[in-house]
Protein backbone atom coordinates (compact mmCIF):
# COMPACT_ATOMS: atom_id res chain seq x y z
CA UNK A 1 0.00 0.00 0.00
CA UNK A 2 1.08 3.35 -0.65
CA UNK A 3 1.77 6.08 2.04
CA UNK A 4 -1.24 8.49 0.33
CA UNK A 5 -3.45 5.38 1.16
CA UNK A 6 -2.54 4.21 4.66
CA UNK A 7 -3.10 7.63 5.36
CA UNK A 8 -6.61 7.76 4.33
CA UNK A 9 -7.40 4.59 6.00
CA UNK A 10 -6.02 6.57 9.37
CA UNK A 11 -7.98 9.44 8.65
CA UNK A 12 -11.00 7.65 8.25
CA UNK A 13 -10.51 5.43 11.19
CA UNK A 14 -10.40 9.04 13.22
CA UNK A 15 -13.86 10.06 14.88
CA UNK A 16 -15.46 13.04 12.93
CA UNK A 17 -14.97 14.62 16.56
CA UNK A 18 -11.10 14.03 16.03
CA UNK A 19 -11.16 15.00 12.40
CA UNK A 20 -12.83 18.52 13.33
CA UNK A 21 -10.06 18.88 15.96
CA UNK A 22 -7.50 18.11 13.99
CA UNK A 23 -8.67 20.24 11.30
CA UNK A 24 -8.85 23.25 13.67
CA UNK A 25 -5.62 22.72 14.95
CA UNK A 26 -4.04 22.98 10.98
CA UNK A 27 -5.72 25.91 10.70
CA UNK A 28 -4.84 27.93 13.07
CA UNK A 29 -0.98 26.94 12.39
CA UNK A 30 -1.76 28.09 8.90
CA UNK A 31 -3.58 31.15 10.04
CA UNK A 32 -0.43 32.09 12.24
CA UNK A 33 1.77 30.66 9.96
CA UNK A 34 0.03 33.13 7.42
CA UNK A 35 0.13 36.20 9.69
CA UNK A 36 3.86 35.75 10.71
CA UNK A 37 4.90 35.42 7.40
CA UNK A 38 2.94 37.56 5.12
CA UNK A 39 1.03 40.42 6.80
CA UNK A 40 3.09 41.07 10.06
CA UNK A 41 6.07 42.55 8.29
CA UNK A 42 3.72 43.92 5.95
CA UNK A 43 2.17 45.81 8.26
CA UNK A 44 5.96 46.89 10.10
CA UNK A 45 6.74 48.37 7.02
CA UNK A 46 3.42 50.11 6.35
CA UNK A 47 3.84 51.24 10.03
CA UNK A 48 7.60 52.45 9.80
CA UNK A 49 6.91 54.12 5.89
CA UNK A 50 5.93 57.43 7.19
CA UNK A 51 8.98 58.16 9.15
CA UNK A 52 11.05 56.84 6.55
CA UNK A 53 9.43 59.28 4.05
CA UNK A 54 10.00 62.13 6.78
CA UNK A 55 13.64 61.09 7.24
CA UNK A 56 14.12 60.81 3.47
CA UNK A 57 12.63 64.24 2.86
CA UNK A 58 14.50 65.81 5.78
CA UNK A 59 17.70 64.20 3.55
CA UNK A 60 16.46 65.41 0.31
CA UNK A 61 16.02 69.14 1.98
CA UNK A 62 19.74 69.12 3.05
CA UNK A 63 21.46 67.52 0.27
CA UNK A 64 19.15 70.68 -1.93
CA UNK A 65 20.78 73.15 0.24
CA UNK A 66 24.34 71.91 0.24
CA UNK A 67 23.86 72.00 -3.67
CA UNK A 68 22.50 75.57 -3.65
CA UNK A 69 25.47 76.33 -1.46
CA UNK A 70 27.83 74.54 -3.93
CA UNK A 71 26.78 76.22 -6.59
CA UNK A 72 26.80 79.76 -4.75
CA UNK A 73 30.40 78.79 -4.25
CA UNK A 74 31.10 77.67 -7.88
CA UNK A 75 29.73 80.86 -9.45
CA UNK A 76 32.00 82.87 -7.25
CA UNK A 77 35.27 84.21 -9.43
CA UNK A 78 38.43 82.65 -8.40
CA UNK A 79 40.73 83.93 -5.71
CA UNK A 80 44.78 84.34 -6.36
CA UNK A 81 46.78 82.65 -3.68
CA UNK A 82 48.07 85.64 -2.20
CA UNK A 83 44.18 86.80 -1.31
CA UNK A 84 43.01 83.20 -0.10
CA UNK A 85 46.29 83.16 2.16
CA UNK A 86 45.41 86.90 3.65
CA UNK A 87 42.44 85.77 4.38
CA UNK A 88 42.90 82.71 6.28
CA UNK A 89 45.59 85.01 8.19
CA UNK A 90 42.74 87.05 9.02
CA UNK A 91 40.35 84.46 9.78
CA UNK A 92 42.93 82.74 12.47
CA UNK A 93 43.56 86.38 14.43
CA UNK A 94 40.18 86.09 16.61
CA UNK A 95 41.84 82.59 17.87
CA UNK A 96 44.75 84.18 19.41
CA UNK A 97 47.58 82.67 20.06
CA UNK A 98 45.68 79.14 19.90
CA UNK A 99 46.55 78.87 15.57
CA UNK A 100 49.21 79.50 13.91
CA UNK A 101 49.55 79.43 9.83
CA UNK A 102 52.55 78.19 8.04
CA UNK A 103 52.61 78.56 4.43
CA UNK A 104 54.57 76.06 1.73
CA UNK A 105 53.69 76.17 -1.37
CA UNK A 106 50.39 76.36 -2.56
CA UNK A 107 49.35 74.41 0.95
CA UNK A 108 48.60 76.15 3.58
CA UNK A 109 48.82 74.80 7.32
CA UNK A 110 47.21 75.63 10.67
CA UNK A 111 48.42 74.65 13.68
CA UNK A 112 46.13 74.72 16.82
CA UNK A 113 46.20 74.13 20.24
CA UNK A 114 43.38 73.60 23.11
CA UNK A 115 40.62 75.22 20.32
CA UNK A 116 37.14 73.68 21.39
CA UNK A 117 34.91 71.89 19.06
CA UNK A 118 32.55 74.81 18.61
CA UNK A 119 35.21 77.17 17.79
CA UNK A 120 36.89 74.85 15.50
CA UNK A 121 33.69 74.48 13.37
CA UNK A 122 33.08 78.19 12.97
CA UNK A 123 36.23 78.40 11.80
CA UNK A 124 36.11 76.05 8.90
CA UNK A 125 32.79 77.76 7.88
CA UNK A 126 34.08 81.01 7.82
CA UNK A 127 37.30 79.67 6.17
CA UNK A 128 35.08 77.86 3.37
CA UNK A 129 32.66 80.85 2.82
CA UNK A 130 35.70 83.54 3.19
CA UNK A 131 38.72 82.19 1.52
CA UNK A 132 36.95 79.69 -0.52
CA UNK A 133 39.25 76.84 1.38
CA UNK A 134 38.73 73.25 2.97
CA UNK A 135 40.87 70.85 4.58
CA UNK A 136 42.73 68.42 2.44
CA UNK A 137 44.31 66.71 5.26
CA UNK A 138 43.45 66.86 9.23
CA UNK A 139 45.29 65.49 12.09
CA UNK A 140 43.10 66.36 14.86
CA UNK A 141 43.61 64.54 18.85
CA UNK A 142 41.43 65.54 21.66
CA UNK A 143 43.39 66.49 24.93
CA UNK A 144 42.51 65.87 28.34
CA UNK A 145 40.91 69.37 29.06
CA UNK A 146 38.32 68.32 26.36
CA UNK A 147 39.70 70.64 23.67
CA UNK A 148 41.36 69.90 20.00
CA UNK A 149 45.04 70.16 19.07
CA UNK A 150 46.26 69.06 15.95
CA UNK A 151 46.67 70.83 12.42
CA UNK A 152 44.85 70.99 9.15
CA UNK A 153 46.32 71.30 5.76
CA UNK A 154 44.56 73.65 3.33
CA UNK A 155 44.82 73.87 0.00
CA UNK A 156 43.91 76.93 -1.78
CA UNK A 157 41.70 76.43 -5.40
CA UNK A 158 42.13 73.23 -4.64
CA UNK A 159 39.21 70.26 -5.40
CA UNK A 160 38.05 70.44 -1.85
CA UNK A 161 36.81 74.26 -2.13
CA UNK A 162 35.10 74.17 -5.44
Known amino acids: MSLQMELRQRWQAVSPRE ?34 RQQLDAQLQQMQRLQVQAQALQAKPRMSFDETRRLLEASIKPLGTTAQLATAGERVTI ?3 GVSADVL ?12 SAPSEARLVRNVAGTWDGTLVLTPGGPASR
Open 19 to 52: QGLVLAAALLVLAALLWWVGIAPALGTLRSAERQ
Open 111 to 113: SFK
Open 121 to 132: VQWLVQARLTAR
